[in-house]
């Protein structure tokens, strides 16, 4: 980093750091000489200067009728960047005195989604057992059970047991398979309900669960679950889940 790059970094701008340092190397110079050795145009040297001289990091001298300009003392700037910490230092402090105050009043986005990642085997199932908490004791899943017996081999037979001890019901679309009619026979409670759609036509890459307030994901082939709670999404999504639903009723297709 240059002399003129580091003066930059510390709050000059680039006229101005070229030209104090032409005159920290020069002594002293007319506005046609700075203009020559900083190549700023001249007609932009006397702004620049003003304000160097503001800051007192430069000073006008007149010699023989000629102005001249010379620079200050290199110790100007250690002034200078005591200054500029001394302020950042109570403007800190004054921040850490307000930020308790300013905490009671922010609200934060009221009807902001909250987003829970669960990893690996454990957390997805996690995300089932969080299932158990539903108070409206109907889950709405489109599941291809074939990933799930996979990934989980011995869990949902478990799991549909406790969740029937739980009153907790499913409404179901799965793809047709040996998988989703070995699921649908777990139903021995009669709890849930279920449809299939031709598993050529419909490839189910996740899990999908809506329950409560609550839209949950479910990835077999990268092992994880996602639960985004958001009762303007959840309801958006039970619709758009009630009304595929209705539709594939009428294609009646057996187990």
């Not at 340092?21 to 700023?40: H, M, N, P, R, W």
Request: with cysteine; hydrophobic share 40%.
């Amino acid at each position: 980093m240059s002399l003129i790059q580091k003066l930059v970094a510390l709050g000059l701008s680039d006229k101005e750091a070229a030209i104090y340092v032409s005159l920290i190397e020069s002594g002293d110079l007319t506005a046609s000489e700075l203009a020559e050795k900083t190549s700023i145009v001249r007609s932009s040297i006397y702004p620049v200067i003003e304000s160097l001289t503001k800051k007192g990091l430069a000073r006008i001298a007149a010699n023989a009728g000629v102005m001249r300009y010379t620079a200050a003392s290199p110790e100007k700037l250690s002034e200078m960047a005591k200054e500029k910490a001394d302020k950042f230092r109570l403007l800190k402090q004054d921040l850490e005195a307000l930020t308790p105050e300013l905490r009671q009043e922010y609200k934060g986005a009221k009807y902001r989604p909250k987003i829970t990642l669960l990893e690996g085997k454990e957390g997805m199932i996690e995300g089932f057992e969080q299932t158990f908490s539903s108070k409206e004791k109907l889950m709405r899943v489109a599941s291809s059970a074939e990933k799930i017996f996979k990934t989980l081999p011995g869990y949902l037979p478990k799991y549909v047991f406790k969740r029937h001890l739980y009153g907790l019901a499913m409404k179901g679309i799965h793809p047709t398979g040996p998988a989703a009619s070995g699921m649908i026979k777990m139903n021995i409670m009669k709890l849930d309900r279920s449809v299939l759609v031709p598993k050529e036509q419909y490839k189910f890459p996740c899990d999908l669960a809506i329950f409560d307030d609550n839209v949950a994901y479910m990835s077999h082939e990268h092992r994880y679950a996602i639960n985004v709670h958001s009762k303007e999404i959840a309801e958006v999504m039970k619709a758009a889940f009630d009304l595929a639903w209705n539709n594939v009723q009428r294609m009646n297709i057996k187990p």
